[in-house]
């Protein structure tokens, strides 16, 4: 598996991610995750809408918490032709408690807790911790990958105007 090393900090010590980089341009990869009930969900299943894919280590932190209630509110303002996801390692039961307790309503949570699939496939599995690094992505109709950002410091949060112009620009360009 691909090491990569410099890519991500917490704190400004650095952190070894594991798996393939992912650039704009790329095809996404189409990997299975969990939902809140348990069930299978296929990236894939999304391929008919712009996908904003809001990576975070984990719902119950305070800047996942932050960014997670962001893209909720934003994702209220997108048009219907828009998912937003967020996945993270966190089990399925933790991400539908913390929704609940949030009132998040807007996004999809999902989770990579089973085999780590997406964050290899991605890239942005953080190697000795099992937890995902920061990063969002925005992926059009076709599957492929048209914004990327692998937040540096992970305790910061990622540059949503950024994503949520590259969504909108997708949906213009329909």
């Known amino acids: 598996m691909n090491e990569r090393e410099s890519v991500v900090t917490f704190h400004g010590q650095p952190l070894v991610l594991l798996g393939n980089e992912v650039n704009v341009g790329d095809a996404a990869a189409d990997v299975t995750l969990v939902g809140n009930d348990l069930s299978e969900v296929k990236l894939s299943s999304f391929r008919d809408k712009v996908c904003i894919i809001s990576v975070v280590p984990s ?23 828009v998912v937003v996801l967020t996945i993270s390692a966190d089990l399925p039961f933790a991400q539908a408690r913390w929704c609940g307790a949030a009132g998040v309503d ?23 911790l099992r937890l995902l690094a920061r990063a969002v992505f925005v992926v059009d109709t076709e599957g492929i990958v048209r914004y990327e950002q692998i937040v540096p410091e992970l305790t910061d949060e990622p540059d949503y105007d950024a994503a949520l112009q590259a969504a909108k620009g997708l949906l213009a360009g329909a």
């Open 59 to 81: 719902l119950d932190t305070p800047v996942c918490d932050v960014m997670t209630r962001r893209f909720n509110e934003a994702s209220g303002e997108l048009s219907g032709d």
């Open 106 to 128: 807007n996004v999809v949570t999902l989770s990579d807790y089973r085999d780590a699939a997406f964050g290899q496939a991605y890239g942005l599995l953080i190697k000795g």
